[in-house]
């Protein structure tokens, strides 16, 4: 479940201008009801159904709704998800926002369950990337955790991740990751690797995560071989593998039992699962 949607929701509607549907308003009669029912047209990871909901319940409290599903849950071609009730304005002039966000939000949680499948590793998980759509970041995490995944860092405050232009610009690694954690003793730091010399320097500088960048399959096993090689009891870095995992590669990477695997494309080129509003009158 998402928090603190309610902005969200109303910039969706205001967006829409769903207060002005002059389609509805002029052909409709102000008075009529109507059920719509919320099915599935191909299965898929189900996720929210709680911002869906919302929609409707910010154009009208009143309208009733009866859930048959929960966001997490795994659905067929012709699962029922959910029903709502009220006036034929509510329902018709929040539809396409609502089912905006549901297959949006349940696209992610599916793709990302393809890989979480395909993998079929203990030890290996999946993770997502910040390249999520500017505004809905909070909305995609939810839905790699909904489809199996786990969340990488939120934003630029909460993890340190040292990069490609980072390391450029650094005159010695080592040296800095040692002065940030005089000064910030809990907050874990990643160096971004792309090749052998500097998986060294970043073992060096004692990083908690390497992550190991746009390399070959048969580079990425190298550069585990020599991180596990330098790993101890007392110094045991992750290591997380990053850069161009596809749906036919992620199970060949994913023996080679890295902690992690992060992927762009479950957040950045999800598509939308097909879900349809069926309306009938009351």
């Known amino acids: ?20 549907d002059i389609t509805t308003k002029e ?34 409290k009143k309208c009733k709704v009866s859930l048959k599903m929960k966001d997490c849950s795994q659905i067929k071609s012709g699962d029922k998800i959910l029903e709502i009730t009220g006036h034929t304005y509510t329902i018709l002039s929040g539809e396409r926002t609502a089912l905006n966000f549901l297959q949006y939000m349940s696209g992610i949680a599916t793709l ?22 500017p505004g809905y970041r909070e909305l995609a ?11 990488h860092r939120m934003g630029l405050y909460d993890m340190v991740l040292i990069k490609d232009n980072h390391l450029k610009l650094m005159k010695d690694l080592t040296a800095g990751i040692s002065e940030f954690r005089k000064k910030h003793k809990n907050i874990p730091v990643e160096v971004e690797c792309e090749n052998l010399k500097q998986v060294e320097q970043a073992l060096d500088s004692k990083a908690d995560i390497i992550m ?4 070959t399959f048969e580079n990425t096993k190298k550069m585990i071989s020599l991180i596990r090689k330098n790993s101890t009891k007392e110094y045991n870095p992750e290591i ?5 995992v596809s749906l036919k590669t992620a199970k060949k990477f994913a023996k080679l039992d890295a902690d992690r695997i992060s992927i762009g494309m479950i957040t950045h080129s999800s598509s939308a699962l097909d879900v349809t509003l069926e309306i009938t009158i009351k």
């Open 1 to 20: 479940m998402v928090n603190n949607t309610d902005s969200l929701i109303d910039l969706a509607l205001k967006e829409d201008g769903v207060f002005d």
């Open 27 to 60: 052909f409709i009669p102000k008075d009529k009801r109507a059920k719509a029912v919320l099915i599935a047209n191909s299965p898929g990871i189900l996720c929210g159904v709680d911002i869906f909901i919302k929609v409707f319940k910010a154009i009208d």
């Open 240 to 244: 997380e593998i990053s850069g161009g």
């Open 112 to 133: 990302t369950n393809r890989f979480v499948t395909s993998i079929n590793n203990g030890r290996t998980k999946i993770y997502d990337t910040r390249k999520t759509i």
């Open 212 to 215: 190991l960048d746009n390399t």
């Open 141 to 151: 995490k939810y839905a790699v955790r909904c489809g199996g995944g786990a969340n």
